[in-house]
């Protein structure tokens, strides 16, 4: 639980910027929406997968050349 103490002398504004930066850098916002609805294993492991494939695709696209992919030949 992300917490944070108001300082003498400090502004709302910035406890609340300190908190917002408090709870980015914990990840309780990607906690929150990863169990906000349940995913059966199958299902998890095909979204899991997915990303993975998006991150081959824009790391090939980064790169620059293409690597064939043996598959789709």
């Known amino acids: 639980m992300a917490e944070i103490r108001l300082q003498e002398g400090e502004s709302l504004e910035n406890a609340l910027r300190r908190f917002k930066r408090k709870v980015q850098s914990e990840d309780i916002i990607k906690e929150v929406k990863r169990h906000s609805y349940y995913l059966k294993p199958g299902e998890k492991?095909?979204?899991?997968?997915?990303?993975?494939?998006?991150?081959?695709?824009?790391?090939?696209?980064?790169?620059?050349?293409?690597?064939?992919?043996?598959?789709?030949?």
């Open 45 to 73: 492991r095909r979204v899991k997968q997915a990303l993975a494939r998006k991150r081959a695709r824009k790391k090939v696209r980064k790169e620059g050349s293409p690597a064939k992919d043996p598959r789709r030949e």
